[in-house]
């Protein structure tokens, strides 16, 4: 299963969208053709799930708070004006969940973007921008534990050289999809992109963990990783379980010697790698990762007593 499957392809647009502080019909939140360029190379963004709770009587937003700070964070580092509070951008979600009515499991989307047309070459510092969230029903990965094929991309992952790794842009991300397009091409699901030292960085749009000897070795903040939710989440939990971790810089090599890797981010959750390079990995999934993926679950669907404070319930 593609991370593309996993979007509702059966699933009709939401009826509303939340923009500039009201919510909008979703057929009116349209912009100008010639807005879009400059709007999409100055545009921060984040992605966050709501999990239907075991009970079925709730939506359980995990990490709102989290999220909406990193947001925050990404419009400063992009040097983009956000009029609204992290906390005034949470309450926005909820809003936006509760007129949908959705009742499964929801993917949104907060964006900024500089607002109108803009006739100059680069979007200036501080220029008014929109923020708008939007939102999709989305299927979450089964437990069947089913694992990707990936390979080390011939393209490196952007670093502080040259922009910010830790901004969640969207002008970021064509670094990750020229890296996806080449693993597809040469008969792979996905890439993990090097930066520019040669050391391991991450995948497109997620961060990448491997396991030796029952230790899990995850790539460090200063190898060009986004600042990732699930990957802070994923070491809590791991913590919790006495399994032993290091973060540190991880070679090319160390991927081929890996007893379990697995990808790891909102979209993704935990996700097996059964192959890297073509080389089989020892165990898909093995201990560690079903381990982590049955308490990964657990946490976000509610049934863990751990970290109530990372759900936001909305009830049905």
Same mark, same amino acid.
């Given at each position: 299963m593609t991370l593309g499957s996993l979007a509702d392809p059966g699933g009709e647009n939401p009826r509303w969208i939340? !923009?500039? #502080?009201?919510?909008?019909?979703?057929?009116? @939140?349209?912009?100008?053709?010639? @807005? %879009?360029?400059?709007? &999409? %190379?100055?545009?921060?963004?984040? #992605?966050? /799930? *709501?999990?239907l709770a075991e009970d079925g009587r709730r939506l359980l937003v995990f990490r709102l708070d989290d999220h909406m700070r990193r947001l925050a964070d990404s419009a400063r580092l992009c040097r983009l004006a956000l009029p609204y509070t992290p906390g005034e951008l949470g309450l926005a979600?909820?809003?936006?969940? $509760?007129?949908?009515?959705? $009742? *499964?499991?929801?993917?949104l989307r907060p964006w900024i973007? +500089? *607002?109108?047309?803009? !006739?100059?070459?680069?979007?200036? +510092?501080?220029?008014?921008?929109?923020?708008?969230?939007d939102s999709w029903a989305f299927r979450s990965r089964p437990p069947s534990g089913e694992g990707c094929r990936a390979a080390v991309s011939s393209w490196r !992952?952007?670093?502080?050289? &040259?922009?910010?790794?830790? @901004? /969640?842009a969207f002008a970021n991300y064509h670094n990750g999809r020229l890296a996806m397009i080449e693993a597809r091409a040469n008969g792979h699901d996905w890439p993990i992109l090097l930066n520019e030292r040669h050391k391991v960085s991450e995948g497109p749009g997620s961060c990448v963990a491997l396991v030796r000897d029952g230790t899990?070795?995850?790539? &460090?903040?200063? &190898? #060009?990783?986004?600042?990732?939710?699930?990957? +802070?989440t994923v070491l809590d939990l791991l913590s919790e379980l006495g399994v032993p971790t290091e973060v540190r810089e991880v070679d090319r090599s160390e991927l081929y010697l890996a007893d379990e890797l697995f990808f790891m981010g909102t979209a993704w959750e935990i996700l097996p790698i059964a192959e890297i390079d073509g080389l089989p990995v020892g165990s898909t999934p093995g201990p560690v990762t079903k381990r982590l993926t049955e308490a990964y679950a657990a946490l976000v669907r509610g049934t863990a007593a751990a970290h109530p404070e990372w759900l936001t319930e909305l009830p049905l």
């Open positions: 939340w !923009r500039n #502080g009201e919510l909008v019909p979703w057929e009116r @939140a349209t912009v100008h053709v010639n @807005a %879009v360029g400059h709007a &999409s %190379v100055a545009a921060v963004f984040e #992605g966050l /799930k *709501a999990y979600v909820l809003e936006l969940l $509760r007129a949908n009515q959705y $009742r *499964a499991d929801t993917y973007f +500089a *607002a109108g047309i803009i !006739r100059e070459q680069m979007v200036p +510092a501080d220029a008014p921008c929109e923020t708008v969230i !992952r952007i670093g502080e050289a &040259s922009t910010p790794p830790r @901004a /969640k899990v070795i995850t790539p &460090s903040l200063t &190898s #060009g990783v986004l600042d990732g939710l699930t990957r +802070a």
